[in-house]
């Protein structure tokens, strides 16, 4: 039986598929006819050539990324002009805009190969600035940086191997801060809490707080926070979904598009606020995992995986190889490319992992806690079976 | 649908097109950017268009050709017409499919030796009509052509592959 990719090395199946006519479209009925067996494959080999061989994107994940989010950027802004006094609306309703991104991955046409051998293929990505927009101005940085706002709307950057800087904020302004995958941040906000930003994220901020409430929006990516108390003044973070409502406290909250949402309490007490539903209050060591539709999953954790990643190291338990390369690829701005159905993805790792800046050293690691092999060439990875 | 949906449905598609007219991707990037927000501005009409993927490929190729004519214009004095002068080239990958190299090659090569037998614009409507599958009305608003045009352009371009690829290739499909 003929192979879909026998079709594609077939001048007639191209011929067929880029510009049909009558003729061929005649030859091709009578082939399925002859050999029925031989239809899931023309199927196959008519979407690969579609989806992958002529029709292949190289807009990568980051890029596309950024340029939703200046999008966003652009349209809050022209509605800014006209209507400045709505400004927290639509920054709730940015962040309702984002709803869609977490289903972009389920959405995506695959197609199904047959491994002829196990093997994982990494690409280390171009790394990208982080990226500071205020009122004023955009600025970039190379390296991850410490930001920490004052009362009085000035901040402090301090950027790795870089002087202090300080810039001037207005006031109840709404900044954002992007950091693209491979690089991290810290935020101190005026009211003195800490975020730790993950790579991949975009979080809106303002510089001061007004006088009822504290709002920040992780628009996309991974937060860990500890807020600051302050009983007169709740706190909110908002991602595309759902809210949270915090009553002083520390906890890791993870929004990246592709996976599941999901918050994990580590101190104190916040609550779950999603459309249509009611509140939902979670205790120290769960977590819960957003179902996209108001509804939350709760569990007990062991909190340390979570939050590890903000200390430099990422602790696992018999974590299957995808999720875990998913988070080496996160922080290191890699992308890792298997077909779905590679066994190599589903053995599991357990223990930790220095996330030091060599990065040999960490897929040595991973290698040894999944007992495979790993090899670097240039900007290539592989991943065999040892 | 909101836009985040939209945007995640159409970004690649319109992306790579843009790329494929030979504009810089930075270039696209922004002109992509230009169309989304275009389209909130019209929000009202939003629900009023019924093809908003085409609607999104149609407002695209304007801001490209707006781009283009600008582009050339400091070059140039002549008129320009983008229905004739702006390159369409599909770009090939199958990297990731599962064969001897060597067979890659070859696979890669009888697409490309395909397309390059036809010209810019018929390799527009080769994309056109066979990965986005638009109709002829449709093809024909995009190149700015008239519907009659486009079925011409079309009846070309097989007959051009016929020529060139069709009597040896069935030859080779009989050998293997």
Avoid at chain 1, 1 to 27: C, E, I, P, S, V
Avoid at chain 1, 33 to 61: C, F, M, R, T, W
Avoid at chain 1, 310 to 331: A, C, H, W
């Amino acid at each position: 039986m003929k192979h879909y990719t026998d079709f594609l090395k077939d001048g007639k199946f191209l011929r067929w598929q880029l510009l049909d006519d009558d003729a061929l479209n005649q030859y091709w009925m009578n082939f399925k006819i002859e050999h029925p067996e031989s239809i899931k494959e023309i199927e196959q080999a008519i979407v690969y050539i579609k989806n992958e061989g002529i029709n292949k994107s190289n807009l990568d994940e980051n890029e596309r990324m950024l340029l939703f989010h200046k999008i966003q950027t652009t349209i809050l802004q022209k509605r800014k002009v006209t209507q400045r006094r709505v400004f927290w609306y639509s920054a709730a309703a940015v962040s309702l805009l984002l709803i869609g991104l977490t289903l972009f991955h389920s959405q995506r046409k695959e197609v199904v190969i047959t491994p002829d051998k196990e093997l994982i293929v990494g690409e280390l990505l171009n790394s990208e600035d982080i990226q500071l927009i205020t009122n004023k101005e955009s600025i970039y940085f190379q390296n991850d940086i410490d930001v920490k706002l004052d009362k009085r709307g000035k901040a402090e950057i301090l950027q790795k191997n870089k002087e202090l800087r300080e810039i001037e904020i207005k006031q109840e302004q709404l900044n954002t801060l992007i950091v693209p995958y491979g690089k991290r941040s810290t935020l101190t906000l005026a009211d003195g809490s800490k975020i730790w930003l993950n790579s991949g994220s975009v979080l809106e901020f303002p510089a001061q707080f007004d006088s009822k409430k504290r709002e920040i929006s992780l628009t996309s990516g991974e937060m860990y926070i500890e807020v600051m108390p302050d009983q007169t003044k709740p706190f909110f973070v908002h991602t595309s979904g759902f809210n949270v409502r915090v009553y002083g406290t520390k906890f890791n909250i993870s929004n990246y598009m592709g996976s599941l949402q999901s918050v994990v309490l580590v101190e104190g007490s916040v609550s779950l606020q999603s459309k249509g539903h009611k509140e939902l209050f979670i205790t120290p060591s769960e977590k819960a995992i957003y179902s996209g539709s108001g509804t939350f999953e709760t569990q007990q954790v062991d909190v340390d995986q979570f939050i590890s990643w903000k200390e430099g190291y990422l602790s696992f338990d018999k974590t299957p190889m995808n999720e875990v390369l998913q988070k080496i690829g996160r922080y290191y701005n890699l992308s890792f490319d298997y077909e779905q159905d590679v066994n190599l993805q589903k053995r599991t790792c357990s223990g930790k992992i220095y996330l030091s800046d060599n990065f040999d050293n960490v897929m040595t690691t991973v290698a040894l806690l999944t007992s495979t092999q790993y090899r670097k060439e240039n900007k290539n990875i592989f991943i065999t079976n040892q | 649908m909101d836009l985040a949906t939209l945007y995640n449905l159409y970004v690649n598609d319109l992306f790579t097109y843009g790329c494929y007219l030979g504009f810089d991707r930075e270039i696209v990037k922004d002109a992509v950017h230009d169309v989304f927000v275009k389209l909130t501005a019209n929000k009202g009409q939003l629900s009023q268009i019924s093809h908003i993927k085409f609607y999104l490929f149609k407002s695209l190729k304007n801001r490209l050709i707006d781009l283009h004519k600008y582009q050339k214009d400091q070059i140039t004095l002549e008129k320009v017409d983008p229905s004739v002068d702006m390159p369409f080239n599909i770009h090939i990958d199958v990297e990731s499919l599962l064969i001897e190299k060597e067979d890659q090659t070859r696979v890669k090569n009888t697409i490309e030796e395909m397309l390059a037998s036809l010209t810019d614009r018929q390799r527009e409507i080769v994309y056109l009509r066979y990965i986005q599958e638009y109709d002829y009305n449709q093809i024909a608003e995009l190149l700015h052509i008239s519907v009659h045009g486009c079925r011409k352009l079309v009846s070309a371009a097989i007959f051009s592959l016929r020529e060139k690829f069709g009597i040896l290739i069935t030859f080779l499909t009989i050998l293997s």
